[in-house]
């Protein structure tokens, strides 16, 4: 998940976010915009990564999510969208839209998705999927970063799916830094470190799992 650039703390007063309902262009272009030096995404998509071809992925990614028992928060003024997906899904679910972010992807970025996933080494319980969420994707526009909206959307909406009994066994954060304003924040830990390759110096992920 990226928080691009964006201090936590909220600088200004933020209204309760909005549950998207219908996905329309704008939040996946807030993503996209967002998402464009995210080192995670770059892992994926690799050489092809640029503002269109995030936009498709995003798109393809919030239809996917709405069809699958996920959820997507957005601030109403549509500065940042943040994406919940369902850890309940059952692996080979699919549909149009999964398919779709797969093709945006290329075979080679979809080997590369799920491999860091499996080097997280998350062990989670699977009693608990079923009423388990991830914070997945978090943007929020170039132009309003620094405004605390990242910081308040991930709250608000930690607070939303507990207060129904659900639960966020951990978050992908994409850069050390951004780890480290998500682990005093909203309750997580350091899990583990990701590496494209030993020789690299900066991780293309970085595990947070919640405090117990």
């Known amino acids: 998940m990226q928080n691009t650039a964006e201090q936590l703390s909220s600088k200004v007063k933020h209204v309760d976010p909005i549950i998207v309902t219908n996905p329309e262009p704008w939040q996946w272009d807030v993503l996209a915009k967002a998402f464009l030096n995210d080192p995670t995404l770059n892992f994926w998509l690799g ?12 798109e ?5 999510t709405l069809a699958s028992g996920g959820t997507v928060f957005a601030s109403p003024d549509q500065k940042s969208v943040l994406i919940w997906t369902w850890l309940g899904r059952d692996p080979e679910d699919t549909n149009e839209f999964k398919k779709q972010w797969h093709a945006v992807l290329d075979p080679e970025g979809v080997k590369r998705y799920y491999w860091l996933y499996e080097e997280g080494e998350l062990d989670l319980d699977p009693q608990k999927l079923e009423k388990s969420f991830e914070p997945a994707y ?12 990242g910081g308040h959307l991930l709250k608000w909406s930690l607070n939303y799916f507990e207060e129904k009994g659900y639960y966020a ?24 470190e990701v590496f494209a390759s030993e020789s690299d110096s900066e991780p293309v ?3 947070l799992k919640r405090n117990k």
């Open 205 to 207: 992920a970085v595990y």
């Open 60 to 64: 393809a990614m919030i239809k996917d």
């Open 138 to 149: 978090m943007g929020v526009h170039p132009d309003s970063q620094g405004k605390g909206y």
């Open 169 to 192: 066994p951990y978050i992908l954060a994409s850069t050390r830094r951004s780890a480290k304003l998500y682990c005093p924040l909203v309750g997580f830990h350091h899990h583990k």
């Open 47 to 58: 050489e092809k990564t640029n503002e269109q071809t995030l936009s498709e992925y995003f």
